[in-house]
């Protein structure tokens, strides 16, 4: 069992940077591969990026490309999402989520994902 609280977001313009935070308490943080989804308005949830529980692998969605950085530090049990160049476009509900199944690949779908935070709005807006 997991608890995960999402943190950092905010208005912003187009091209600004963010970094989202998501702080894990109540089990063991580096056993857990963490990613990243969200939600935009009137659309479905999806797969933003993944980290491994020791941060040596990461996995992203396309729509990323190259702006988005996935970190993690297990000493402060914190996942970190950088957004840079951001658009409007990306606005967006952002969740972080624990996996702590070792599936052989990572984990890019909602389903194999156990624990989930409640999310923070990223707005991005001119």
């Known amino acids: 069992q997991v608890q995960l609280v999402e943190s950092g977001g905010g208005l912003v313009q187009p091209g600004d940077s963010l970094r989202l935070s998501c702080a894990a308490s109540?089990?063991?943080?580096?056993?857990?591969?963490m990613g990243w989804f969200r939600q935009r308005p009137g659309k479905e949830r999806e797969f933003v990026g993944v980290?491994?529980?020791?941060?040596?692998?990461?996995s992203y969605a396309e729509f990323v490309k190259g702006r988005f950085t996935i970190s993690r530090d297990n000493a402060k049990s914190t996942v970190y999402l950088q957004m840079n160049s951001l658009k409007p476009e990306d606005t967006a509900l952002y969740y972080c989520?624990?996996?702590?199944?070792?599936?052989?690949?990572?984990?890019?779908?909602?389903?194999?994902?156990?624990?989930w935070g409640q999310g923070t709005q990223v707005t991005v807006s001119s």
């Open positions: 980290i491994t529980r020791s941060g040596g692998s990461t």
């Open positions: 989520a624990a996996d702590p199944t070792l599936h052989g690949r990572l984990p890019r779908r909602e389903g194999e994902y156990d624990y």
């Open positions: 109540g089990s063991t943080f580096s056993y857990y591969a």
